[in-house]
């Protein structure tokens, strides 16, 4: 059976929905399966907007533009219904509670907390409770055939081999939660480091435990875990680069290329873990039809999949702030502060030094003068915000692990060659060149909203950027030799010594090249 013919006339539940992956994830089913009978979102009530409404808003967004063209009515099957996975039963009605339990047959549990340094009650409340939730609602579902858990790569950071089992967590979730039920948040602050071990945030903790809680309460659900590593842009669906958030990687790209960024914590030869957001989806759905289709016939306990990169077409974080970078001077973002410029280091000490000299020192000028001008200071803010983000990262970007993808292996030998095609996942054919340039043309384009008519002024304000750069370390040079040099009888002595130095090396280049 194919994949879109085993989702036909089937009702698949998603959580998430209306986050990165998640509205990837309900973007490919309808299109790519188009006789899905239908998609029920899980959704909540903001910023006074109700469930139909955000759902209407996120339709309406660039990445539907495909599925508004050939499938015009795609919104019809779209069902959203008014969830909160925060509160008990997940604050579902006892109407939506039965007809979830009639008529779901797929189960995409992709809702969590991506804030690595949520508050680790936070984080529990929606990455391990939440679950527990939805898989209480699961046994409820008289026609499930599958529940698809998305995890993270990370879940198990504190190893260096990851392999594609479900390990057990150093503490025990059901007393962590009645623990933590008591506790106030002082008291689980200062808790937080002991209890997470060797892992560096809250989120890659809560989401090991809520791996082990869903093999441990399934009970007899057909359950698999897809575990992406650090999930960027769009590789090539529903168009290459699609992104729309400044989370993760994003975020540190836009400040790369505004000139911002110029130094930061990362090791250049560590492997850089990035999947395209549209490979983690396809291989989320081949997963679904794969544990619906052979259920638990071929395998013994919880299918997990890694979806990564590094074990199979690895790419480095040196190489990726060279690309970064190179595109960036060549499609350069507007209103750039700085030329495109950034220093990789695993030196604590030297980051520092760069960071008050590079960072700290600029903003701190940029806000006098705006000051001066009477404008509202602003780029502190920016710096301190960029910091945070970079301290986040530090952990990923200076360690590598090695990946089992034996049952990604395993899951692309049962598909058919339409199949492989129509849901790609297999990053062998990812040329990271060109998926960086899209990348970082898609944080211009769809997360800063900059047309590419505006490439020539945006060139023009980096031209003048460079001028300006010219010319300080001109005065700089003039500054130095004036206070310093054309003072000591020794300075000038030592600074015509190394003139006079440099410029034999070069007559005996120039001599020996004119031999040849």
């Given at each position: 059976?194919?994949?879109?013919?085993?989702?036909?006339?089937?009702?698949?539940?998603?959580?998430?929905?209306?986050?990165?992956?998640?509205?990837?994830?309900?973007?490919?089913?309808?299109?790519?399966?188009?006789?899905?009978?239908?998609?029920?979102?899980?959704?909540?009530?903001?910023?006074?907007?109700?469930?139909?409404?955000?759902?209407?808003?996120?339709?309406?967004?660039?990445?539907?533009?495909?599925?508004?063209?050939?499938?015009?009515?795609?919104?019809?099957?779209?069902?959203?219904?008014?969830?909160?996975?925060?509160?008990?039963?997940?604050?579902?009605?006892?109407?939506?509670?039965?007809?979830?339990?009639?008529?779901?047959?797929?189960?995409?549990?992709?809702?969590?907390?991506?804030?690595?340094?949520?508050?680790?009650?936070?984080?529990?409340?929606?990455?391990?409770?939440?679950?527990?939730?939805?898989?209480?609602?699961?046994?409820?579902?008289?026609?499930?055939?599958?529940?698809?858990?998305?995890?993270?790569?990370?879940?198990?950071?504190?190893?260096?081999?990851?392999?594609?089992?479900?390990?057990?967590?150093?503490?025990?979730?059901?007393?962590?939660?009645?623990?933590?039920?008591?506790?106030?948040?002082?008291?689980?602050?200062?808790?937080?480091?002991?209890?997470?071990?060797?892992?560096?945030?809250?989120?890659?903790?809560?989401?090991?435990?809520?791996?082990?809680?869903?093999?441990?309460?399934?009970?007899?659900?057909?359950?698999?875990?897809?575990?992406?590593?650090?999930?960027?842009?769009?590789?090539?669906?529903?168009?290459?680069?699609?992104?729309?958030?400044?989370?993760?990687?994003?975020g540190i790209f836009i400040a790369a290329g505004k000139g911002i960024l110029r130094t930061m914590r990362a090791a250049n030869d560590a492997v850089a873990d990035l999947v395209p957001v549209d490979v983690?989806?396809?291989?989320?759905?081949?997963?679904?039809?794969?544990?619906?289709?052979?259920?638990?016939?071929?395998?013994?306990?919880?299918?997990?999949?890694?979806?990564?990169?590094?074990?199979?077409?690895?790419?480095?974080?040196?190489?990726?702030?060279?690309?970064?970078?190179?595109?960036?001077?060549?499609?350069?973002?507007?209103?750039?502060?700085?030329?495109?410029?950034?220093?990789?280091?695993?030196?604590?000490?030297?980051?520092?030094y760069w960071i008050a000299v590079s960072h700290k020192a600029p903003a701190f000028l940029y806000d006098l003068y705006l000051r001066l001008v009477g404008q509202e200071p602003r780029m502190m803010k920016?710096?301190?915000?960029?910091?945070?983000?970079?301290?986040?990262?530090?952990?990923?970007?200076?360690?590598?692990?090695?990946?089992?993808?034996?049952?990604?292996a395993m899951l692309q030998s049962h598909m058919a060659p339409e199949d492989k095609k129509l849901f790609n996942f297999d990053v062998r054919q990812l040329h990271w060149a060109e998926y960086m340039e899209?990348?970082?043309?898609?944080?211009?384009?769809?997360?800063?909203?900059?047309?590419?008519?505006?490439?020539?002024?945006?060139?023009?304000?980096?031209?003048?950027?460079?001028?300006?750069?010219?010319?300080?370390?001109?005065?700089?040079?003039?500054?130095?030799?004036?206070?310093?040099?054309?003072?000591?009888?020794?300075?000038?002595?030592?600074?015509?010594?190394?003139?006079?130095?440099?410029?034999?090396?070069?007559?005996?280049?120039?001599?020996?090249?004119?031999?040849?």
């Open positions: 059976m194919h994949i879109p013919e085993f989702y036909a006339g089937k009702n698949v539940l998603i959580t998430g929905a209306t986050g990165f992956m998640g509205k990837v994830l309900l973007e490919k089913v309808l299109r790519s399966c188009p006789e899905v009978k239908a998609a029920y979102v899980m959704v909540r009530a903001k910023a006074g907007q109700s469930p139909q409404a955000r759902i209407q808003d996120m339709v309406s967004c660039k990445l539907f533009e495909r599925l508004h063209e050939e499938q015009p009515g795609f919104a019809q099957k779209i069902i959203p219904v008014n969830s909160d996975l925060m509160l008990p039963q997940l604050a579902l009605s006892q109407e939506d509670q039965r007809r979830l339990g009639d008529c779901i047959h797929v189960v995409f549990h992709c809702a969590a907390t991506i804030r690595f340094n949520e508050p680790l009650k936070d984080a529990m409340q929606l990455n391990v409770l939440a679950t527990q939730k939805m898989l209480a609602l699961a046994r409820q579902m008289k026609h499930l055939e599958v529940f698809i858990h998305i995890s993270t790569a990370y879940a198990n950071c504190d190893r260096e081999l990851i392999e594609e089992v479900v390990y057990t967590p150093p503490v025990d979730y059901r007393q962590l939660i009645d623990t933590l039920a008591w506790m106030d948040e002082d008291l689980v602050s200062t808790l937080t480091p002991k209890l997470i071990g060797k892992r560096p945030n809250t989120y890659t903790f809560t989401k090991a435990l809520a791996e082990y809680l869903v093999q441990q309460e399934a009970g007899d659900l057909n359950v698999a875990i897809v575990r992406p590593s650090i999930v960027g842009a769009s590789w090539k669906e529903p168009f290459p680069g699609w992104i729309d958030n400044f989370n993760g990687p994003s983690v989806v396809n291989a989320t759905l081949a997963a679904a039809w794969f544990s619906g289709v052979h259920g638990r016939k071929r395998t013994k306990g919880t299918l997990v999949y890694n979806c990564t990169t590094g074990g199979i077409n690895p790419f480095r974080w040196g190489e990726v702030e060279h690309h970064v970078i190179s595109t960036f001077k060549r499609n350069p973002l507007e209103q750039a502060f700085r030329r495109p410029n950034v220093n990789l280091t695993t030196n604590r000490l030297i980051n520092q920016t710096i301190t915000r960029l910091h945070k983000a970079m301290m986040v990262l530090e952990y990923f970007t200076s360690h590598s692990w090695v990946w089992n993808t034996d049952n990604v899209s990348y970082c043309m898609g944080t211009k384009k769809y997360v800063l909203n900059e047309e590419l008519s505006g490439l020539p002024a945006a060139r023009k304000h980096l031209n003048k950027l460079r001028n300006i750069r010219y010319t300080f370390n001109t005065v700089l040079v003039v500054l130095i030799w004036r206070v310093f040099i054309a003072r000591s009888q020794m300075a000038r002595n030592i600074w015509y010594f190394v003139v006079s130095l440099c410029f034999k090396f070069l007559s005996y280049f120039r001599a020996s090249s004119t031999l040849r």
